[in-house]
T-cell receptor, first 116, second 115 residues
Framework: AQKITQTQPGMFVQEKEAVTLDCTYDTSDQSYGLFWYKQPSSGEMIFLIYQGSYDEQNATEGRYSLNFQKARKSANLVISASQLGDSAMYFCAMREGNQGAQKLVFGQGTRLTINP | DGGITQSPKYLFRKEGQNVTLSCEQN?????MYWYRQDPGQGLRLIYYSQIVNDFQKGDIAEGYSVSREKKESFPLTVTSAQKNPTAFYLC??????????????FGPGTRLLVL
């Protein structure tokens, strides 16, 4: 069973608009972490934001925020005031349990294109 | 500056040849990882290592081998047994700890092509 589902293969947004990238996950663990990474055309994976399963408040990092709905098992990334440089692939990932080394499971990604 | 370096940026493999991808980090991280990414896909875990001289298979380890003789280095060998090695390979590292929120940081990647 797929653990991370990103249902939007591609999204097109006008510059300065807000955009929400969807992510749903499947786990039976009580302790888990959710990550969002950005992958520009250069290929490098850039860490954006983290949400822990026990965190009561939604995570925020600058223009990025995570809309965490635990009961629905969703962890959507919200980018406010989008910029041309936001055009990239975005991946949602999950780490389950408390283990020494992280084993991240990634979704298929969403390609975001910001139009001027 | 602390970070992760991968070399080469592009690598060409002939049929039946073993090739080795380099990954070095100076973040003082204990754990290191290798991922494979196929076009339009997410990342899949090949191998990971929590400490020196120890490593574990990930989801797609067949046809690959690794070593971890130094904390800073985690080279990946793509053997001739890997029949479809063309992909983008990403190395990552993280602190080792019993906390879910340890973030993995990635290198710039190596693109492997078969001649």
């Amino acid at each position: 069973a797929q653990k991370i589902t990103q249902t939007q293969p591609g999204m097109f947004v006008q510059e300065k608009e807000a955009v929400t990238l969807d992510c749903t996950y499947d786990t039976s663990d009580q302790s888990y972490g959710l990550f969002w990474y950005k992958q520009p055309s250069s290929g490098e994976m850039i860490f954006l934001i983290y949400q822990g399963s026990y965190d009561e408040q939604n995570a925020t990092e600058g223009r990025y925020s995570l809309n965490f709905q635990k009961a629905r098992k969703s962890a959507n990334l919200v980018i406010s005031a989008s910029q041309l440089g936001d055009s990239a692939m975005y991946f949602c990932a999950m780490r389950e349990g408390n283990q020494g080394a992280q084993k991240l499971v990634f979704g298929q990604g969403t390609r975001l294109t910001i139009n001027p | 500056d602390g970070g992760i370096t991968q070399s080469p940026k592009y690598l060409f493999r002939k049929e039946g040849q073993n090739v080795t991808l380099s990954c070095e980090q100076n973040l003082n991280h204990d754990a290191m990882y290798w991922y494979r990414q196929d076009p339009g896909q997410g990342l899949r875990l090949i191998y990971y290592s929590q400490i020196v001289n120890d490593f574990q298979k990930g989801d797609i380890a067949e046809g690959y081998s690794v070593s971890r003789e130094k904390k800073e280095s985690f080279p990946l060998t793509v053997t001739s047994a890997q029949k479809n090695p063309t992909a983008f390979y990403l190395c990552a590292s993280s602190r080792w700890g019993m906390r879910v929120q340890e973030t993995q940081y990635f290198g710039p990647g190596t693109r492997l092509l078969v001649l």
